[in-house]
T-cell receptor, first 110, second 113 residues
Framework: GQSLEQPSEVTAVEGAIVQINCTYQTSGFYGLSWYQQHDGGAPTFLSYNALDGLEETGRFSSFLSRSDSYGYLLLQELQMKDSASYFCAVRDNYGQNFVFGPGTRLSVLP | EPEVTQTPSHQVTQMGQEVILRCVPISNHLYFYWYRQILGQKVEFLVSFYNNEISEKSEIFDDQFSVERPDGSNFTLKIRSTKLEDSAMYFC???????????FGPGTRLTVT
């Protein structure tokens, strides 16, 4: 089977840095994606890691360690609008079956 | 900027009725997906579609579900005989290449009474 684990909730203040972890157990692995979802909205793509290391896109960075089956999303200079749920997602090596994690609800406080 | 569109935004139906959820993926995309999300829960993969056929489907996608790309632009999800537990938000997504970024539509909220 395939499973992903994320913390259910994270709280931080404006301007801070927060890290959301994701561990996965999948039959194969193609890459790890991160999506943001505001209440009532659709998931929107943030980042994708197919290889080990850090990918940076503005205030957001994502890291992957395939040997540890682990990745994280790093959000810097937090803003109130970053309050949302964040999902990691894995595509296994052969199929087009994308498995999403349970999501982490981030609350940014003033 | 191109976007995925879905209609209707909200569908209310009675148990046992058939519903068709419609999606228009981004025009040059090649891979199409349906997901569902029960309120407050995670996004669940239903089915992927490429080259006019189903590529992969999850355990959720049983015989009551079907997908079609009838005219080269629309991508539909049909639920033949809805159950109460089918109540959820249904998202369509598309992508040009495998892996990486998927573009999600705004979703259709299905309520089965």
């Amino acid at each position: 089977g395939q499973s992903l684990e994320q913390p259910s909730e994270v709280t931080a203040v404006e301007g801070a840095i927060v890290q959301i972890n994701c561990t996965y157990q999948t039959s194969g692995f193609y890459g790890l994606s991160w999506y943001q979802q505001h209440d009532g909205g659709a998931p929107t793509f943030l980042s994708y890691n197919a290889l080990d290391g850090l990918e940076e896109t503005g205030r957001f960075s994502s890291f992957l360690s395939r040997s540890d089956s682990y990745g994280y999303l790093l959000l810097q200079e937090l803003q109130m609008k970053d309050s949302a749920s964040y999902f990691c997602a894995v595509r296994d090596n052969y199929g087009q079956n994308f498995v999403f994690g349970p999501g982490t609800r981030l609350s940014v406080l003033p | 900027e191109p976007e995925v569109t879905q209609t209707p935004s909200h569908q209310v139906t009675q148990m046992g009725q058939e519903v068709i959820l419609r999606c228009v993926p981004i025009s040059n995309h090649l891979y199409f997906y349906w997901y569902r999300q029960i309120l407050g829960q995670k996004v669940e993969f239903l089915v992927s579609f490429y080259n006019n056929e189903i590529s992969e489907k999850s355990e959720i996608f049983d015989d009551q579900f079907s997908v079609e790309r009838p005219d080269g632009s629309n991508f539909t999800l049909k639920i033949r005989s809805t159950k109460l537990e089918d109540s959820a938000m249904y998202f369509c997504a598309s992508t040009y290449t495998l892996g990486g970024e998927q573009y999600f539509g705004p979703g259709t909220r299905l309520t089965v009474t």
